[in-house]
């Protein structure tokens, strides 16, 4: 069993940044000030001067957490996968890339295919024979083993049957 999450790396960073963050100005913020002034003559002075000190800590942590978590969310976004799964051949293709260079199958094609709207309402259900399923995308007959509908390129999940 699996119980920590797969996510990237700069995700982890993100993560991992605002925890200790927030462990830090918790701690900062839950310090005592009476210790501090015990020995001082101006006891009511010095307590709100470590108070006010307690105070701008605080906001300076509170800000270098809101600059670095800028940072690290950049960087986040920066760092997106450049690919994308064919459906067909399962190959990580390039997002630039049009056609998969492996299998062939055409990107383009599919998503205009499956972005085109006709107007018209949907066709009513056919019979198929057994085995045999209406894609979920344009309802042309699929069957497994097919990885992708080959009417509108839908990929398609199978459920695995137990052995």
Do not use: H
């Not at 918790?26 to 307590?47: E, G, H, L």
């Not at 997106?80 to 990580?92: A, F, N, S």
């Not at 097919?146 to 052995?163: F, Q, R």
Request: with cysteine; aromatic share 12%; charged share 10%.
């Amino acid at each position: 069993m699996r119980f920590i999450p797969r996510w990237r790396k700069a995700t982890w960073a993100v993560v991992i940044w605002t925890v200790l963050m927030a462990l830090w100005i918790v701690s900062a913020s839950a310090t005592s000030t009476k210790d501090v002034c015990t020995t001082a003559t101006y006891t009511d002075a010095c307590q709100a001067g470590a108070t006010i000190g307690k105070g701008i800590a605080v906001t300076l942590l509170f800000l270098i957490w809101f600059i670095g978590f800028v940072v690290f969310s950049l960087i986040w976004l920066m760092s997106r996968p450049q690919r994308r799964l064919c459906p067909v051949c399962g190959e990580q293709v390039k997002k630039g890339l049009t056609t998969c260079p492996k299998c062939g199958y055409n990107f383009a094609q599919a998503a205009s295919v499956g972005s085109a709207s006709t107007g018209t309402p949907p066709a009513a259900p056919v019979a198929m024979p057994p085995g045999v399923f209406p894609c979920y995308r344009c309802q042309a007959p699929v069957w497994p083993p097919m990885t992708a509908c080959t009417a509108c390129g839908a990929p398609l999940n199978w459920p695995v049957s137990p052995a």
